[in-house]
Every structure is written in C-alpha cells, then in structure tokens.
C-alpha cells in the first residue's frame, strides 16, 4: 500500500512569490492534516481537512491556506512568502474523522521549501 | 512556557541500554502521541494513548493524565534507534507538539 506521498520534494521561491504544495493520502483516507517545522521552532499544526472541508487551523495568518479535492487529496498555498516561511512542510493522513483526538496520523516525506 | 516540554533534550547511550524520554503536558487533552523522526524528515507515527500504556516490540510508552505526564521507553536500544523524538498532545482537534529528544544510539 502506498503511503502518504507530497510534491515537490524542493521548492525555492522568492519573496512576495506564491508556493503550492501537494498532498495524497494513503487510499482510504479522507483526512489530512499540514505541518510547518521551521528550523529552531518545531512542528506546527497548521491546517486539517476532512471531506473537502476544513475543520481547524492553527495559529498562521490567512495568507496560508488549502483546500481537500474530491479524490481526499490536498494542496497547501502560501501567498506573499516572506522569509521565515522558510520550513519543512509535512502533510499526514488518517483514515478517522475523530482528527487528532482519536485518529493514529501518516507522515508523507516533506516539502522543504526555501524563500530566497 | 511551552505547553508540552520534553526531556531531556539530548540523549546518547550505548547500544543495549535502557532509554527513557519524559513528556510533561500543562494543558487538558484529549490524546497523546509520539512520534519518530529521522535524518531527513520523514516521521513515524510510534504511539496514540489517552490512558494507560502502549507496548510495541521494543518500545513502551505510558501515560499518567492525573500527573499530565508521559513516557516512552526503548528497551534494549539499538543504533537504529536513533533519532528524534517527539511527544505531541492533541486537543481540541489541534496538535501542540515538543521540541522533541534527540537520541543518539552508539555500537
């Protein structure tokens, strides 16, 4: 069974630029979940989605956002990158919809994207 | 203060040691989760708990809720056990996570 998979695996943008990153959960799985671990700060919730819809966020400005495509997969947009955005992106996957209360999550590798 | 503190923040041992990495949580939750991470990223998700204690092969994780505390024990460790970490508590359908234990693991 193949597992979480995330797309690109690099992504360098400049500042002010946009970013998308890609998401698929395991088959089977309707929730995903997204993660920032910036360098020095640690892992943060940034965003969960569960049947298309999204049911959290964490503490991130509005200029982060995504959505849940009818095949469960996601994507994660940042708009008008700023430096510190600079980060490993990780999406994970659950095949619950209790979310992390409940659910055992599945990492994908990573995007690590670097804002010049 | 951090909502979820771990420690210690490093730790080496030599191979066949037992390990033991400490959670303390300041906050009600609802679970609490340990994962792995290796060189490069990639995490494992080791262990979901909301009462009681865990055991998977060579690791044990516990948790007391009336003391907001956790553990996760390595019995017998191996070099391949190296890695980080990390103890994150979920509530609220939100995750706040450690800063995670390194551990280094030597022959």
């Known amino acids: 069974e193949a597992g979480v998979t995330q797309s690109p695996t690099h992504l360098i943008k400049t500042r002010g630029q946009q970013a998308t990153l890609r998401c698929s959960p395991i088959?089977?799985?309707?929730?995903v979940y997204w993660y920032q671990q910036a360098l020095g700060l640690g892992l943060q919730f940034l965003l969960w989605?569960?049947?298309?819809?999204?049911?959290n966020r964490g503490n991130f400005p509005p200029r982060f956002s995504g959505r849940q495509f009818p095949n469960y997969s996601s994507e994660l947009n940042v708009n008008a990158l700023e430096l510190e955005d600079s980060a490993l992106y990780l999406c994970?996957?659950?095949?619950?919809?209790?979310?992390?209360?409940?659910?055992?999550?599945?990492f994908g590798p990573g995007t690590r994207l670097t804002v010049l | 203060k951090n909502e979820v503190e771990q420690s210690p923040q490093n730790l080496t041992a030599q191979e066949g040691e037992f390990i033991t990495i400490n959670c303390s949580y300041s906050v009600g939750i609802s679970a609490l989760h340990w994962l792995q991470q290796h060189p490069g990223g990639g995490i494992v998700s080791l262990f979901m708990?909301?009462?009681g204690k865990k055991k998977h092969g060579r690791l044990i994780a516990t948790i007391n809720i009336q003391e907001k505390h956790s553990s996760l024990h390595i019995t017998a460790s191996h070099p391949r056990d190296s890695a980080v970490y990390i103890c994150?508590?979920?509530?609220?359908?939100?995750?706040?996570f450690g800063a995670g234990t390194r551990l280094t693991v030597k022959p």
């Open positions: 994150a508590v979920a509530r609220n359908n939100d995750m706040r």
């Open positions: 708990l909301s009462s």
């Open positions: 989605y569960d049947e298309g819809e999204e049911r």
């Open positions: 994970a996957s659950s095949s619950g919809t209790g979310g992390s209360s409940t659910d055992t999550q599945y």
């Open positions: 088959s089977g799985h309707t929730s």
